[in-house]
């Protein structure tokens, strides 16, 4: 039709780091932080820590941006602090060579993905206490593995295997479309899957599409 | 329904299965080999289609588009039209798992596979208290066929009103009381009914509008054509129920304990008698009556004559509030039997059940049943020529 669209989420839960996470993670959002926000506070330009003050700042607007609440900001802060915390380890991180870089790697994806999802915590917090309860839970002990985690793991894992499934396919073939790139029958065989997973399995109630907030 | 071929097809297979299966199936009635074969046929003329259309053509879309048909016609057939895919439902899931209106819709999807005996005498239609009431005597009696929908109220009377036409009893039977009047509809249940009309789609926009607002009444009829045309929407809870049975979340959630918290009989009756009452009000009543009358003035234009039992309940669940409705309702259905001409038979005209009569809040146990069975048939083969 003619309108060409940018990419605007490129597998950011694959990346290894917090500075690749926005280089991935809603471009649209991250591009115009970069280029109205962090440059026009001078960017990189003014040694370490102007640097470091512009990396906060942006972030800190960026988590504004969301919403008129301090959940939203506290995201945002968290988000300078660990891109931040990363600038500052990046140089020091050569003890790592030592490990093959494939696993270095994958661990540095699962270590990262950690990172997104307790700023995705903050992120959907309603309020302080909710926040303080969440971060609570999971930094004091027991870790009990009760019924219903178990569930909530396995309910969780069911429904988004087939997805992680095309994920992975996107992410080894470099591109969001890369379930067309495979074979006929493979195609055919993932989308009659989603097919049937969202009609049979579906919830059809009136929740709001969460972006429509923003 | 094609009965005829029913009739012929079912002796011949009735003949090679074992004595005691052949028997309860008979019981039940017979075969259906039109329900069972239909759906392979449409298969087989679509595969055959398709095999033409593959071997015809080179383009990739249409190549695709040929498997997507194929694809999607097998797994609808395998999965919702044939006999064995309704048994293995019926053995995996049970009420606990998907609700007790699902469970009974498996049970009705398996039993569109037996047609009901050929000049059927008698068909019971309605809700758990109507399996309850006459399970026992129509097991015994090939002339008496009873279908039960848990849960069912005067809209899903409406709903399967094409049913009832389509069984054609001499008599059909409901059992009715002032709590299938007295409790608000369910919208929830309405996609698992049967295909309707474009007129009863209109009908229940213009009924429910009211109720529920015009949006909703459409948005609701709109889900209704989408559960006709994608049969895989319709029965969700099928696969849902499966998935909670793979990942065992009632024993994990223990959501099967939380439904009742007691645990006697005698407490079970009480709390479900609570709950009987709390759902019970005024304000449904006209609304409900309303949409009986529409179920009334379809099926009694079939020549087929009605009875209407007033239904008797746990004498826990009887208080001052629904002896008030009781009235009201009572005083309705009078009316309406006067107006179109069906026999209303009031409790007084039975023994009055006892707390021993029921197996729980709801449902007379043998006792109970055989009290109200021995008294109503004799009434109804009594009254053949029977005038309001």
């Not at chain 1, 506070?41 to 301090?70: E, P, Q, S």
């Not at chain 1, 793991?153 to 591109?175: D, E, M, N, P, W």
């Not at chain 2, 004595?19 to 019981?27: A, F, P, Y």
């Not at chain 2, 879309?61 to 895919?85: D, H, K, M, Q």
Request: charged content about 15%.
């Amino acid at each position: 039709m003619g309108i060409k669209l940018m990419t605007n989420f490129l597998f950011p839960y694959f990346v290894t780091n917090p500075q690749a996470f926005w280089k991935n993670w809603h471009i649209s959002l991250s591009t115009w932080l970069r280029d109205y926000l962090y440059i026009s506070l001078g960017g990189n330009r003014g040694g370490v820590r102007k640097t470091y003050r512009n990396v906060f700042l942006t972030m800190l607007i960026g988590g504004l941006w969301h919403g008129a609440a301090w959940t939203f900001v506290i995201w945002g802060v968290y988000q300078g602090l660990i891109i931040i915390a990363y600038m500052f380890i990046k140089p020091k991180l050569h003890f790592a060579s030592v490990l093959p870089v494939k696993l270095m790697k994958y661990l540095s994806i699962v270590v990262m993905f950690q990172f997104t999802c307790l700023g995705w915590l903050i992120f959907r917090a309603n309020d302080f206490t909710q926040l303080r309860e969440m971060f609570l839970s999971l930094f004091t002990l027991p870790y009990d593995v009760t019924n219903f985690v178990l569930y909530v793991v396995g309910y969780l894992i069911f429904h988004t295997a087939l997805l992680i499934v095309i994920q992975i396919i996107q992410y080894k073939r470099c591109s969001n479309l890369g379930v067309l790139q495979l074979p006929l029958r493979f195609q055919l065989l993932i989308f009659i899957a989603m097919y049937f997973s969202i009609i049979s399995l579906g919830e059809f109630g009136e929740q709001q599409f969460i972006y429509f907030q923003f | 329904m094609n009965s005829s071929l029913s009739i012929s097809s079912s002796d011949l297979l009735l003949s090679l299965l074992p004595h005691s299966i052949s028997e309860k199936l008979n019981q039940l009635g017979t075969l259906n080999f039109y329900e069972i074969i239909f759906p392979w046929v449409i298969i087989l003329i679509i595969f055959s289609v398709s095999l033409y259309a593959l071997k015809n053509t080179k383009n990739k879309l249409l190549r695709l588009g040929v498997f997507i048909v194929i694809f999607y016609s097998l797994t609808r057939v395998i999965l919702f039209e044939n006999p064995a895919a309704w048994m293995g439902y019926r053995y995996s899931l049970t009420w606990k798992e998907i609700g007790f209106r699902e469970a009974t819709i498996i049970d009705q999807n398996l039993r569109r596979y037996i047609s009901p005996p050929q000049n059927l005498k008698y068909l019971a239609i309605g809700s758990s208290q109507t399996g309850a009431v006459f399970s026992d005597y129509a097991q015994k009696h090939r002339d008496f066929y009873k279908i039960e929908y848990s849960g069912m109220g005067p809209l899903d009377y409406y709903l399967y009103s094409e049913l009832v036409k389509q069984i054609k009893p001499k008599t059909l039977i409901l059992f009715l009381s002032e709590f299938d009047f007295g409790r608000d509809i369910v919208k929830e249940t309405m996609v698992f009914a049967p295909h309707q009309s474009l007129s009863k789609h209109y009908f229940l926009i213009d009924i429910l509008s009211n109720e529920l607002g015009t949006s909703s009444a459409i948005h609701l009829s709109i889900k209704m054509l989408l559960a006709d045309l994608f049969p895989e929407y319709k029965y969700q809870f099928l696969f849902k129920g499966l998935r909670d049975k793979l990942l065992n979340k009632h024993f994990l959630l223990k959501t099967q304990e939380q439904a009742f918290s007691s645990h006697s009989a005698q407490d079970k009756a009480t709390e479900q008698v609570d709950i009987l009452l709390r759902t019970l009000n005024k304000k449904p009543i006209d609304l409900n009556f309303r949409i009986y009358e529409q179920f009334l003035l379809r099926v009694l234009n079939s020549d087929i004559k009605l009875v209407v039992v007033e239904g008797q309940y746990h004498p826990g669940a009887y208080s001052v509030k629904n002896k008030k409705l009781k009235a009201i309702v009572s005083s309705k259905m009078q009316e309406l039997s006067r107006k179109y001409k069906f026999q209303y038979i009031t409790t007084d005209k039975f023994p009055i059940l006892l707390s021993e009569d029921f197996a729980d809040g709801y449902h007379p146990n043998k006792i109970g049943s055989d009290k109200i069975v021995n008294t109503l048939i004799p009434i109804l083969d009594g009254n053949a020529q029977f005038k309001p």
